[in-house]
């Protein structure tokens, strides 16, 4: 099978969702194939989950005073700090037939299963914890967990998207994302232990596309797929734009009652 590769120049919050979504829509209609999309984040934003409440997980005056954007992901999952120098960013739109899944499980396992290997190809060893309840499927080394994702199915076709921390600046993490400790500085502190990057556990600087080579040669390998470096379609961006607006609108991301 051939797949398409879109590597995204960085884009802000709202267009990044955008193009997800977009770019799902348009495999649905059979106007686009199944599609590994890698991408950064200008300027820094928090994302939360479908379900949640961004004002009781996102700190808004925090990221309003450090420029950071917020929007809420098509996807579940829980709020994610997303940095614009330390994070790649990978998303995959995809009929379930072709990789092989039958459901959100096994999407799941099939792609991160794809990530890891390719991880292995930077010396990385991780494994994959399923998550539970309140968090969904991510990767760990040890007890530190490097890259969390999120999914959305829709019949038979897939967006799952999820972040990969090359470096992490769990500080500015925590002054963003709210928490339980008395400052950013002691959640950094507790929370050392439980949230690496890649350049940590490799105990030198590393590119986020030297990363993104290797996660496209893990897909290759797990999946058994090629990749053809191609564009974005002109009616995915045309659906991204109009898309934009829904995801830059406060309705989306501050209104709850859609989603009681």
Not at 192 to 209: A, D, M, P, Y
Request: proline share 3%.
């Amino acid at each position: 099978m051939k797949w398409r590769l879109v590597v995204s120049p960085p884009g802000d919050a709202y267009l990044n969702m955008a193009i997800d979504e977009a770019m799902l829509d348009a495999r649905m209609r059979g106007l686009a194939p199944n599609t590994l999309r890698l991408y950064t984040w200008l300027p820094s934003a928090a994302s939360v989950g479908y379900f949640q409440d961004m004002e009781q997980y996102i700190d808004l005056e925090a990221c309003r005073r450090l420029g950071v954007q917020a929007v809420r992901r098509p996807t579940g999952g829980g709020a994610v700090y997303h940095d614009s120098a330390g994070e790649l960013t990978y998303s995959v739109v995809a009929d379930l037939k072709s990789i092989g899944a039958s459901d959100t499980i096994g999407v799941y396992q099939r792609i991160i299963e794809s990530i890891t290997s390719g991880l292995k190809l930077l010396g990385i060893k991780a494994s994959v914890s399923m998550g539970s309840s309140r968090e969904c499927p991510n990767i760990r080394v040890g007890s530190a967990k490097i890259s969390g994702s999120a999914q959305l199915i829709r019949g038979g076709y897939f967006l799952q998207h999820g972040t990969l921390l090359v470096s992490v600046d769990l500080v500015k993490m925590f002054t963003v994302l709210k928490h339980p400790f008395s400052s950013p500085e002691e959640a950094a502190e507790k929370l050392s232990t439980r949230i690496s990057s890649i350049s940590q556990l490799l105990g030198c600087s590393v590119s986020r596309w030297e990363v993104a080579d290797c996660v496209v040669a893990g897909f290759s390998e797990v999946l058994g797929v090629s990749f053809e470096r191609r564009p974005l379609t002109l009616w995915e961006l045309r659906r991204a734009g109009e898309l934009r607006r829904k995801y830059s609108s406060r309705e989306w991301n501050l209104e709850r009652r859609r989603f009681k």
